[in-house]
C-alpha cells in the first residue's frame, strides 16, 4: 500500500522522528525531571543528567529482579543439567573421536597451557561433550534450539524458534526469542514495554566458543539460572550467523566474505538476515561473540603469546552519540570488568595486529562503519563486541573460552535488566537529539583512531611468565575527525537508485519516494580524483571485497530538478548517522565506493527543507 504525504516544513521539527521501518515504538518511563528534560531535546540540547542508581523498573515490585550475589554472575553449575530443569535429550549420531587436548596439540607449551586452568564449572552442548572431536553441527543446533522452544511451558516464560533466512549453501540461520510477554508477535512484544537484546554468535566460522556458549545462555534463560531476567528484558539469541563458515571451518561466508566487515553495505544474505532482526526487534543491546587468535602473528612479530581470557570494546565510529558511549562505558564495560575478574579471568582492550609481518602496530577494533559493532550503534543501540582466545585453539581449553563468554553474555545481559528504563530514556533522547540537528551545523564524514604508545602484557611462549611490551597503539576510544561538512536537510537519490534504497530500508533507515516532480536547492558532488583500491581494515585487506571507487569530491551549491519516483532520504530522523554513513561518497565504506550507486550524479546532498509531495511504500 502506498500513503501520500505532502511535506512543506520551514524547520525541521526538533521532537519529529518520521514512522520508522520497525516494529515497536520506544517504551517511555523513568524519571520525571529525566523525562522533561527529554521532551525539551534540540540540536544543541545538552545532555540530560546521568541517572546514578539504575532508575525504577517499571514493575516496583521487590521480587521483579533477580536476587543475585554482586560479582557472582555465572553462579555454578550453569550450563550443567539439573534436576528441577527438563531438557529433552538430543537425538544424535555417534560422535566423533576427541582430539586429546595435548601440549602437542597446542601451539605453546605446557607452562603457558598452565596459565589457563579448566573452570570449576563444566558445560554441556552437543559440541561440548568430552568425547567429541566437532563441534556442535547445524543440524544439532537446530534440534536444541526447537527442543527449548517445544519443552513444555514453566510459567510466564515462552520460546519460540525464528527462521530468519538462509545461509549461502541453503543452511537455515536461526534465532530463538525469549520472552514473558503473553505472545510472540510484533504486537505483543510491544505491549509488554520491556526492552530488547539480541546476542550473535560464529559470525566468523571458525570462533565456534560463542556458539557453544549461546546454546547454553539460550537452555537457562528458558528453563535455568537466567529465567529471571526475562522479568525486565525480552531475549534473541542467534547462536550461529555464519553456518557455512562454521561448516567449513573458515572465517568468511560460503563465497569468502568477512560478513562482520557487511553489515552496511549487505551484499551477503548472512548479513541480510541479523540487519532484519535489528530492524524489527529494536534492540537496547547487541552483543556480538568471537574469538582472536592466540599466536599466530603475535608469536611471530612479538614472539609472544596473548595473555588475555577476553578482549573488549563497544562501538567507536564517527557520528555515535556520547551518551550511548557513557552507557556502553559504564553500564556495561565496567560490569564486565568486574564479572571477569570475579571468575579469575583477565580482560583487555580489544585489539589486533595486520597480516603484514614487518608492521608491529597494534589497534584497537576499527573505526568505520562497517562491522556490527559499528552498525548496530548508529542504530541508537549499546553494541558490544567480546572476544574470547581461541582461533589457532581447536578444542583446548575450549571449557574456560565458554565459561568466559557465559561470563561476559551474563554480565551484559544482567545489566541491561538493571539499566533497562535508563537505557530507553538515553535512546529516546539520543534520537531526538540526532534527529533535531538535520540542516544544522557540522557532521563528521571521517574519522580515525588515534596513535599513541602504551604498554601491553603478552606471555612468554616458553616460560608463561607476563613480558611487557611497549608498543604503538592505535586507539579507537580516541577519534580524529579527518573530513567534516556542514550537514544536509536529506539526500536525494536517482529513481534507479533502488539498490541503495533497498538497503537503507533494511538498516531501518526512512526513504521517501518523491511523488510529483520539483526542485531542491542541494549540493551535488564535483569529482576532483579517483583511484581504483581495495576496502581495507586494521588487519589488512578485507576478506571477499571487491575493489572500489576511493574518489575525491568538492560539494557545489545548485538548484537541481527532481523527478517524481525519485527518493528523499530525510535527516530529521534518529537512524540518520547510518544515511551519512551510505550516502557520503568519498569514504571506502559508502554505497557510491562500492558501487551500490553507480554515479555521483545519482545522489546530492539536500541543503533546505524540501517543499515536495512524497509517498513512502510499505516494505
Not at 150 to 164: D, F, H, M, W, Y
Not at 386 to 393: A, K, N, Q, S, Y
Not at 442 to 447: M, S, T
Request: one cysteine or more; hydrophobic letters at 40%; charged letters at 20%.
Amino acid at each position: 500500500m502506498t500513503q501520500r504525504h505532502t511535506l512543506s516544513v520551514s524547520t525541521p521539527a526538533k521532537d519529529a522522528q518520521p514512522a520508522p521501518r520497525i516494529a515497536h515504538p520506544l517504551p517511555w518511563c523513568g524519571s520525571l525531571a529525566l523525562v522533561a528534560l527529554l521532551l525539551s531535546a534540540c540540536a544543541s540540547t545538552p545532555l540530560p543528567p546521568w541517572p546514578g542508581a539504575p532508575t525504577a523498573a517499571r514493575s516496583t515490585t521487590a521480587e521483579s529482579m533477580p536476587r543475585v550475589q554482586r560479582g557472582i554472575v555465572v553462579p555454578a553449575p550453569l550450563g550443567q543439567a539439573r534436576d528441577n530443569v527438563v531438557v529433552t535429550p538430543l537425538q544424535v549420531g555417534a560422535p566423533t573421536p576427541a582430539a586429546p587436548e595435548s601440549a602437542a596439540a597446542a601451539p605453546y607449551g605446557p607452562a603457558v597451557a598452565a596459565r589457563f586452568a579448566e573452570p570449576s564449572t563444566q558445560y554441556s552442548t552437543p559440541g561440548l561433550a568430552p568425547e567429541r572431536r566437532g563441534f556442535t553441527t547445524n543440524s544439532e543446533l537446530g534440534q536444541w534450539l526447537h527442543n527449548i522452544a517445544n519443552a513444555a511451558p514453566r510459567g510466564p516464560t515462552q520460546a519460540s524458534v525464528l527462521q530468519l533466512g538462509a545461509s549461502q549453501q541453503g543452511e537455515p540461520i536461526l534465532g530463538l526469542l525469549l520472552t514473558r510477554a503473553k505472545g510472540m508477535d510484533m504486537a505483543s512484544l510491544e505491549a509488554n514495554g520491556r526492552s530488547t537484546v539480541v546476542l550473535i554468535g560464529q559470525q566468523h566460522g571458525d570462533e565456534p566458543a560463542g556458539s557453544e556458549a549461546l546454546l547454553v545462555v539460550a537452555r537457562e534463560l528458558a528453563q535455568g539460572l537466567l529465567e529471571p531476567l526475562l522479568d525486565r528484558i525480552n531475549v534473541v539469541v542467534i547462536p550461529r550467523a555464519n553456518p557455512d563458515g562454521a561448516t567449513n571451518g573458515n572465517r568468511t561466508t560460503a563465497n569468502g566474505v568477512d560478513m562482520n566487515r557487511d553489515h552496511l553495505l549487505l551484499n551477503t544474505p548472512e548479513a541480510r538476515a541479523l540487519a532484519r532482526v535489528v530492524r524489527d526487534y529494536r534492540p537496547i543491546l547487541v552483543l556480538d561473540a568471537h574469538e582472536f587468535t592466540v599466536a599466530g602473528r603475535y608469536l611471530q612479530k612479538f614472539n609472544a603469546i596473548q595473555r588475555y581470557d577476553a578482549l573488549l570494546q563497544y562501538t567507536t565510529t564517527a557520528n555515535y552519540h556520547e551518551f550511548l558511549t557513557k552507557a556502553s562505558q559504564e553500564w556495561y564495560h565496567q560490569p564486565m570488568l568486574g564479572a571477569l575478574q570475579s571468575q579469575g579471568m583477565s580482560s583487555e582492550w580489544y585489539y589486533t595486529t595486520s597480516t603484514q609481518p614487518d608492521d608491529k602496530r597494534i589497534s584497537m577494533g576499527g573505526v568505520q562503519p562497517d562491522t556490527g559493532r559499528n552498525v548496530n550503534g548508529l542504530k541508537n543501540a549499546v553494541s558490544l563486541l567480546v572476544e574470547t582466545r581461541g582461533v589457532g585453539l581447536g578444542r583446548l581449553h575450549i571449557q574456560r573460552r565458554v565459561h568466559t563468554q557465559v561470563t561476559t553474555i551474563t554480565s551484559a545481559l544482567r545489566s541491561t535488566a538493571e539499566r533497562a528504563a535508563d537505557l530507553e530514556q538515553v535512546r529516546s533522547y539520543v534520537a531526538r537529539d540526532t534527529a533535531s540537528k538535520a540542516c544544522k551545523g557540522q557532521v563528521v564524514i571521517e574519522a580515525q583512531a588515534t596513535p599513541m604508545q602504551r604498554e601491553l602484557t603478552m606471555l612468554d611462549p616458553d616460560t608463561g611468565a607476563d613480558r611487557t611490551l611497549k608498543v604503538d597503539w592505535n586507539s579507537s576510544l580516541a577519534l580524529r575527525p579527518v573530513k567534516s561538512r556542514p550537514r544536509p536537510c536529506g539526500y536525494w537519490l536517482a529513481a534507479h537508485a533502488t539498490a541503495a534504497v533497498e538497503r537503507l530500508q533494511m538498516l531501518g533507515v526512512q526513504v521517501l519516494r518523491i511523488a510529483e516532480p520539483g526542485a531542491l536547492l542541494a549540493d551535488t558532488y564535483h569529482e576532483t580524483a579517483r583511484e581504483t583500491t581495495e576496502r581495507t581494515d586494521v588487519r589488512g585487506t578485507i576478506a571477499g571485497g571487491s575493489s572500489i571507487i576511493h574518489t575525491q569530491v568538492t560539494p557545489v551549491r545548485s538548484a537541481i530538478d527532481v523527478q517524481a519516483g525519485s527518493f528523499y532520504v530525510p535527516l530529521n530522523q534518529g537512524l540518520a548517522h547510518l544515511a551519512v554513513a551510505a550516502l557520503e561518497p568519498d569514504t571506502q565504506s559508502s554505497y557510491f565506493a562500492n558501487r551500490l550507486i553507480d554515479e555521483l550524479g545519482s545522489t546530492a546532498r539536500v541543503m533546505t527543507v524540501p517543499s515536495l509531495v512524497f509517498e513512502e511504500s510499505d516494505e
